[in-house]
């Protein structure tokens, strides 16, 4: 089973690099272990996260992709669908069974036809839209909601510390 | 936790204790050589008899039989001193000793020859393996068949040492296969390797087998039994695993349609289930010879079962959820005809493989038979369309829990401790309460599985941590405590860079951004390797990339692009925000301002 996984991840792995989205980069950290990724995400333009590059892990179970990844940003994020420690909370990274939230109708789910570069995209969108339902972080999801000018100045400062530029 | 005390004591290093072994038997066979020729003069049988002491019976015997087919004068001298040896209670305990040197010398060797460098998991399953074993060998010597003899235990423990110094290496050898299943760079050298060590535990472990039958025939059944038992489980595990390696290198080479076929499936099953049965049985048949019910060994005997009949019922559970997906498969969803084959020539959509052959959803979508059938086991819809597809579940299974079966392997799902709570109280006030837990080796604490710790505790955590950071400050470990409760992945994130690192920057920091990329270095938190200076800054980002074009064969050279692709999206990304601030500078100024004290605040 897992020599499937290992084949289906180098054919992704493959397409992400002869065909990469605008501003994401991905692939094994090291090929000894090839079901640990990391991606690299640009902030889209227009929103706060605007110009980032954010780093982030991808850990693959080894029966993907029946199962999905798990995803965790590895530099400081503050964001209300990501988790104070980095994971990342979507739909789409929750296998079909679990509903953490309650909320999910099982469409927005995991499915084996999902793949590495959708997840990605839709961290993008998230991003660029917060769902401020699901509390992952309940502080980011409050100042999201009551506070957009502060929000706006942590991220800023986040995007600066991705980049290397000291505030 | 024995090994986390165990790896505290100071330890010699190997060379040293095999030089010390060696001159020890060297020591005891001089002593012994000098014994032997002293007592040649008025050698006869009969004092011989008397120095024998009725530790080593046996081998007496043997030796005398042998002293009798041996004319030669050397010959019998040599046996003479091996029996003065074996018969000196100093000098057997350096034969031991050299024993076990060269155990852990042919251990150092095969991990040379074979595995190299282990690495941190397989340790840690070697370590928790080896004190369990020798947890349950006690028990067993002790508790089962309560040996009373020293030369009994001896002769037991030579047993279980052999058999399981053969079962960590097989052990090692499985961890080491189910590693190789994640990677992309093994030569087939490597695979050959293990391949060999792994018949070689097979073929050894069939010697033993002949071994315990030997043995069977002075020893009576029931040693036989327990002797046997253990080796049929090390040759059916090592054969489980040869057997799980050659189909994964058969469908390496290129054939998928191998991969879950019904023969591969029913041969792990089989293998899983008889695995199950026969240690269920060996440890019944401890429980039952060891006669004493109410002891701590049958307790501990009794657990074991427990766990095990609960491992078969769920291996059967699985594989009739199995059976069931399949017959449903080929009862409801036809086989899709070459010319929907034809039209629809896009890959599976689990595998991205080509498809050959496929089945048909009611949904008019298509995949690889395989594919589909791992898919339905655990989820209910179809992959791409979601569409319900209406499955009951077989009686007495949630379709939830049946979800949940699927997904999870019997030996993943394993649980780290098994725990027992006996309250002697509830039957008469004068009997104890006590509980046993039989722990694996700490695990990594998760965060859901914590409940909310008082304050006080995270406070003296802190200070823990502080007590190795001193630089930063109680407030930021309290924070970071109370997400990770836990001291071990606080520091595991402050080495890791997760936990900004309390710099005096903030208050320095007064140079404009355009000049400030020099100082910043330790702001990169991956990439170790990559400092930014200005004149990096300066590469066009509109260069074509052209390490984005192309795929390339060797693992090395990908992991090499992939790091160069990073590096340049960096600086890209970097360039594109420090124009776009220089042309926004005077706002970008007040942001600044009001940042610095946001950090302050943090």
Known sequence: MSGSALRRLMAEYKQLTLNPPEGIIAGPINEENFFEWEALITGPDGTCFEGGVFPAKLVFPSDYPLSPPKMQFTCEMFHPNIYTDGKVCISILHAAGDDPMGYESSAERWSPVQSVEKILLSVVSMLAEPNDESGANVDAAKMWRENREEFNKIAQRIVRKTLGIPT | ?602
Not at chain 2, 87 to 104: F, M, R, T
Not at chain 2, 134 to 157: A, H, P, R
Not at chain 2, 516 to 523: C, F, I, L
């Open chain 2, 1 to 602: 936790m024995p090994s986390v005390f165990v790896s505290g004591l100071p330890r010699p290093s190997l060379k040293l204790y095999s030089i010390f072994s060696a001159a020890l038997l060297s020591c005891s066979v001089f002593y012994a050589v000098q014994t032997a020729n002293n007592n040649q003069g008025l050698k006869n049988n009969s004092s011989q008899g008397s120095m024998f002491s009725s530790l080593s019976n046996s081998s007496d015997t043997l030796v005398h039989q042998l002293k009798l087919s041996s004319s030669s004068g050397f010959l019998a001298w040599a046996l003479n001193v091996i029996t003065f040896i074996l018969q000196d209670p100093l000098s057997i305990w350096a034969v031991i000793n050299a024993a076990v040197c060269g155990l852990i010398l042919t251990a150092k060797t095969v991990q040379v020859l074979v595995f190299g460098e282990l690495r941190v998991v397989e340790m840690q399953h070697l370590k928790d393996k080896f004190w369990n074993y020798l947890f349950y060998k006690f028990i067993f010597v002790f508790g089962v068949i309560n040996v009373q003899n020293m030369d009994e235990v001896i002769l037991w423990y030579t047993w279980f040492v052999i058999l399981g110094f053969l079962q960590l290496l097989a052990l090692v050898c499985k961890d080491r296969f189910e590693y190789y299943l994640f990677s992309t760079t093994p030569t087939s050298w490597n695979h050959i390797r293990l391949l060999c060590l792994l018949g070689a535990i097979l073929v050894l472990s069939g010697v033993l087998l002949i071994a315990a039958i030997g043995v069977g025939f002075f020893g009576g059944f029931n040693t036989f039994a327990f002797m046997a038992a253990e080796c049929l489980l090390l040759a059916l595990s090592v054969q489980h695993t040869l057997l799980r390696y050659l189909l994964h290198l058969y469908n390496s080479r290129g054939n998928n349609s191998w991969s879950r076929g019904h023969l591969p499936y029913y041969a792990e099953l089989i293998c899983d289930l008889t695995i199950l049965i026969l240690e269920l049985l060996h440890h019944l048949h401890m429980l039952v010879w060891s006669n004493i019910f109410l002891s701590m060994a049958s307790l501990v005997i009794g657990l074991h079962i427990k766990f095990l009949f609960y491992q078969i019922q769920r291996r059967i559970k699985k594989h009739r959820n199995y059976w069931w997906v399949i017959t449903h498969m080929e009862k409801s969803y036809p086989e899709a005809t070459s010319e929907e084959l034809a039209e629809n020539s896009d890959n599976c959509a689990i595998c991205w493989e080509k498809m050959e052959s496929a089945r048909k959803l009611p949904c008019s979508h298509l995949f690889h038979n395989t594919c589909l059938q791992s898919w339905l086991e655990q989820d209910t819809s179809c992959p791409t369309c979601r569409m319900y597809l209406g499955i009951r579940p077989p009686p007495g299974m949630s379709s939830v829990v049946l979800s949940r079966d699927a997904l999870n392997t019997p030996r993943r799902s394993r649980s780290p401790y098994h725990y027992f709570h006996f309250d002697g109280s509830r039957y008469g006030s004068w009997l104890p309460s006590f509980s046993v837990e039989v722990t694996h080796p700490p695990q990594l604490l998760r965060l859901d599985s914590m409940q909310s710790d008082s304050s006080s505790q995270i406070d003296s955590m802190a200070r823990q941590v502080q007590q190795l950071f001193p630089d930063y400050p109680l407030s930021t470990l309290r924070d970071d405590l109370h997400v990770t409760r836990s001291v071990e992945l606080t520091v595991e994130n402050i080495l890791d860079g997760r936990i900004p690192p309390p710099s005096p920057s903030f208050e320095e920091e007064n140079g404009t951004p355009g000049e400030a990329p020099s100082s910043s270095s330790s702001w990169q938190p991956f990439s170790p390797s990559f400092t930014p200076t200005s004149s990096d800054v300066s590469i066009e980002p509109s260069e074509p990339l052209t390490t984005g074009s192309r795929f390339s064969k060797s693992p090395s050279e990908r992991e090499l692009i992939l790091q160069l692709r990073k590096e340049k999206l960096l600086l890209a990304a970097r360039k594109k925000y420090l124009d776009r601030q220089a042309a926004t500078s005077s706002s970008g100024e007040s942001s600044t301002s009001t940042d610095q004290s946001h950090s302050k605040v943090d």
